[in-house]
């Protein structure tokens, strides 16, 4: 079970909500990050559990979906994580036979350029660098 705080500057009203650290639901792993180019918290999917199909016809379609896998197009899109909110609204595992962890690198959802750090309560205001406040009780449930 994961829970999603309010975090809140005292100093400039900046308001975020997200984990406040490393957080994990049943399929997937958050962990806070600090964007400097944004300047915001977000909750970065760091490992999502996704599902093997079952190869079709006993796994004779299988070495073209290898080959496929290893496609440009199809690599750069295992490597961006999805957003948080994307992550939560996709179909549970529950009932998947096969299923594995997804790992992926800790990136800002909105540029996979912009440099972004962990971030972890009670780290600072990423807009002003004041000790953010955090709101006891949790903002949400999730998973
Ligand atoms: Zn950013
Ligand atoms: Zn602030």
């Not at 559990?49 to 079952?54: A, K």
Request: charged share 25%; with cysteine.
């Amino acid at each position: 079970m994961g829970r999603s705080f309010w975090f809140e500057c005292s100093r400039c009203g900046y308001r975020a909500t997200v984990s406040g650290g490393a957080d994990r639901g049943r399929d997937l792993f958050v962990q806070t990050i600090s964007c400097r180019d944004c300047r915001k918290l977000y909750d970065a999917v760091t490992r999502l559990r996704i599902s093997e199909p079952t190869p079709p016809f006993g796994g004779l379609l299988r070495p073209l979906a290898a080959k496929a896998r290893k496609s440009k197009a199809a690599k750069s899109k295992m490597d961006s994580p999805p957003s948080f909110e994307a992550a939560l609204s996709r179909l549970p595992c529950q009932g998947v036979r096969r299923s594995r962890w997804q790992h992926y690198k800790l990136q800002c959802p909105v540029s996979a350029i912009h440099r972004v750090s962990a971030w972890n309560d009670p780290d600072p205001c990423p807009q002003c660098g004041m000790v953010l406040e955090k709101n006891a009780l949790p903002y949400r449930l999730w998973d």
